[in-house]
């Protein structure tokens, strides 16, 4: 009376109710039941009833890093894909059927919806037609997928930049009733699998793994996914060699070209090539940067600060080898640049301004020179002295012909004394100019080191910190 009960009670518990029967342990015997048991039910949900949930667990691995567009903000990767769910009350005897696991045709299982919400193109991976099926209703489906996503690149600090690409899996149509998405090994483990099966050693380096479980709430129904955050570090040596320290050469030696004399040497023709070699560096070395229209890389201004600062040395060299030629027809200096630069700028580069002499140098030197304006007449030599002293002593003849040699001499000493005086106000003007220029010269000389030093202390800064991170 008890096994009629005991044989009923068995059929209602899952797993036992659809035991396969194999008439021999041969792959024909288990296919015949197969197709009688399940294939014939692959449009449904391996469920019991409707109000049952699904649960699919998943596993991805990161196996390649094909390439990081910044201009399309995408990422290609190849994703090693394991998918898990149970056919409730599935289950067949390893000795009766002869076996533990069999491949299964994919098309006559039901197979999950579970697609990436970030794909950006068609999938171009491999196809894979078979899925493993185990003696307790679980199907393991494993796949290579081409994965081109979206992603969201920062490439200010580039070429130390770090990126974070997200992959979301979950059932595109199922709801969180039907599909519960369970993850499967945890981030640190993923982590250690993708390294150990990582087979691309470009530009990109794997950083980190992390994996959450969520549910995405929206006014059409609540759907379970699973988030992978894969962390990318680039790799900087290439820029580093290829962008950085050439640059740096270039500016140092625009730096140095500074202790040129601009008086005694052409340091316009030297910053001209120098301006156009960097610039036939850049134009070389396009392709290598990032290009997006999100933001501008750090080092793209880095770039455009040296050619600005090669270009405005350039200006400023042209400025002091005018100034060094034709200061002698310039018109004085306005007070106000004269108090900008000779007094405020002048302290700044350490260059404390001169006091103008007002002495008059008397040559005892008795070379003959006669007292005529056209000669020079900021020397007045011994000479001159004694022989206009002579002629006024010789002449003493009445007072009316000496009254008039004086007045004769008065007006020459009148002459004499308005040449000097434009002589000396030319020379203070050339000497103020000249005196601008080599106060905006050290001060651009100034301004270079202190770029260059912070431009080191950030790429230091930056590289160490993305090491430690």
Same mark, same amino acid.
């Given at each position: 009376?008890?096994?009629?009960?005991?044989? &009923?009670?068995?059929?209602?518990?899952?797993?036992?109710?659809?035991?396969?029967?194999?008439?021999?342990?041969?792959?024909?015997?288990?296919?015949?039941?197969?197709?009688?048991?399940?294939?014939?039910?692959?449009?449904?949900?391996? $469920?019991?009833?409707?109000?049952?949930?699904?649960?699919?667990?998943?596993? !991805?691995?990161?196996?390649?890093?094909?390439?990081?567009?910044?201009?399309?903000?995408?990422?290609?990767?190849?994703?090693?894909?394991?998918?898990?769910?149970?056919?409730?009350?599935? *289950?067949?005897?390893?000795?009766?059927?002869?076996?533990?696991?069999?491949?299964?045709?994919?098309?006559?299982?039901?197979?999950?919806?579970?697609?990436?919400?970030?794909?950006?193109?068609?999938?171009?991976?491999?196809?894979?037609? /078979?899925?493993?099926?185990?003696?307790?209703?679980?199907?393991?489906?494993?796949?290579?997928?081409?994965?081109?996503?979206?992603?969201?690149?920062?490439? /200010?600090?580039?070429?130390?930049?770090?990126?974070?690409?997200?992959?979301?899996?979950?059932?595109?149509?199922?709801?969180?009733?039907?599909?519960?998405?369970?993850?499967?090994?945890?981030?640190?483990?993923?982590?250690?699998?993708?390294?150990?099966?990582?087979?691309?050693?470009?530009?990109?380096?794997?950083?980190?793994?992390?994996?959450?479980?969520?549910?995405?709430?929206?006014?059409?129904?609540? /759907? *379970?996914?699973?988030?992978? /955050? &894969?962390?990318?570090?680039?790799?900087?040596?290439?820029?580093? $060699?290829?962008?950085?320290?050439? *640059?740096?050469?270039?500016?140092?030696?625009?730096?140095?070209?500074?202790?040129?004399?601009?008086?005694?040497?052409?340091?316009?023709? &030297?910053?001209?090539?120098? #301006?156009?070699?960097?610039?036939?560096?850049?134009?070389?070395?396009?392709?290598?940067?990032?290009?997006?229209?999100?933001?501008?890389?750090?080092?793209?201004?880095?770039?455009?600060?040296?050619?600005?600062?090669?270009?405005?040395?350039?200006?400023?060299?042209?400025?002091?080898?005018?100034?060094?030629?034709?200061?002698?027809?310039? $018109?004085?200096?306005?007070?106000?640049?004269?108090?900008?630069?000779?007094?405020?700028?002048?302290?700044?580069?350490?260059?404390?301004?001169?006091?103008?002499?007002?002495?008059?140098?008397?040559?005892?030197?008795?070379?003959?020179?006669?007292?005529?304006?056209?000669?020079?007449?900021?020397?007045?030599?011994?000479?001159?002295?004694?022989? $206009?002293?002579?002629?006024?002593?010789?002449?003493?003849?009445?007072?009316? !012909?000496?009254?008039?040699?004086?007045?004769?001499?008065?007006?020459?000493?009148?002459?004499?004394?308005?040449?000097?005086?434009?002589? &000396?106000?030319?020379?203070?003007?050339?000497?103020?100019?000249?005196?601008?220029?080599?106060?905006?010269?050290?001060?651009?000389?100034?301004?270079? #080191? #202190?770029?260059?030093?912070?431009?080191?202390?950030?790429?230091? #800064?930056?590289?160490?910190?993305?090491?430690?991170?």
């Amino acid at each position: 009376m008890k096994t009629p009960w005991i044989l &009923f009670f068995c059929s209602l518990l899952p797993g036992l109710g659809d035991t396969l029967n194999c008439s021999s342990p041969t792959p024909e015997a288990l296919f015949d039941s197969l197709e009688k048991e399940l294939f014939s039910k692959k449009l449904l949900r391996p $469920v019991k009833s409707f109000s049952e949930t699904l649960k699919v667990t998943l596993e !991805a691995k990161l196996a390649g890093i094909l390439g990081v567009n910044e201009k399309s903000q995408s990422l290609t990767t190849i994703i090693w894909l394991s998918q898990k769910w149970n056919i409730q009350g599935l *289950s067949w005897d390893e000795k009766e059927c002869g076996t533990s696991k069999v491949s299964i045709s994919r098309e006559k299982l039901w197979i999950p919806d579970i697609s990436i919400s970030e794909f950006m193109e068609e999938d171009k991976s491999p196809k894979t037609f /078979y899925v493993h099926l185990n003696n307790h209703g679980q199907v393991t489906d494993d796949k290579p997928v081409r994965v081109d996503s979206f992603c969201k690149l920062d490439i /200010y600090t580039f070429p130390f930049d770090i990126q974070n690409c997200t992959m979301t899996f979950g059932p595109y149509l199922h709801t969180a009733d039907e599909i519960l998405m369970i993850q499967g090994h945890s981030a640190e483990l993923t982590l250690q699998e993708s390294r150990e099966v990582l087979w691309t050693k470009g530009e990109w380096e794997l950083k980190n793994i992390q994996v959450t479980a969520s549910i995405l709430e929206i006014p059409h129904g609540n /759907y *379970s996914e699973i988030k992978y /955050y &894969f962390i990318l570090r680039r790799r900087p040596i290439l820029y580093v $060699v290829n962008l950085l320290l050439p *640059s740096c050469f270039l500016i140092t030696l625009d730096l140095f070209s500074f202790l040129l004399p601009p008086a005694t040497t052409d340091r316009s023709a &030297f910053k001209m090539t120098l #301006i156009l070699g960097y610039t036939v560096f850049l134009l070389i070395m396009n392709d290598l940067l990032p290009v997006t229209g999100h933001g501008t890389p750090l080092l793209n201004v880095f770039f455009s600060i040296s050619l600005a600062l090669m270009v405005a040395s350039l200006l400023e060299t042209i400025f002091i080898t005018n100034i060094q030629f034709r200061s002698d027809n310039y $018109v004085p200096v306005p007070h106000w640049l004269s108090v900008l630069v000779l007094r405020y700028l002048a302290a700044i580069v350490c260059l404390p301004r001169k006091r103008r002499s007002t002495r008059l140098t008397v040559s005892l030197s008795p070379e003959p020179k006669v007292l005529y304006p056209e000669l020079n007449p900021s020397i007045i030599s011994s000479k001159d002295l004694h022989s $206009v002293c002579s002629n006024i002593q010789s002449e003493q003849i009445n007072p009316d !012909a000496s009254m008039e040699e004086l007045r004769k001499l008065s007006k020459g000493v009148a002459v004499i004394r308005q040449h000097l005086d434009r002589h &000396f106000e030319g020379t203070r003007t050339s000497r103020e100019w000249q005196m601008i220029g080599i106060i905006i010269d050290r001060l651009l000389f100034g301004l270079y #080191i #202190i770029f260059i030093t912070i431009s080191f202390l950030i790429v230091v #800064i930056i590289w160490v910190t993305n090491n430690i991170k």
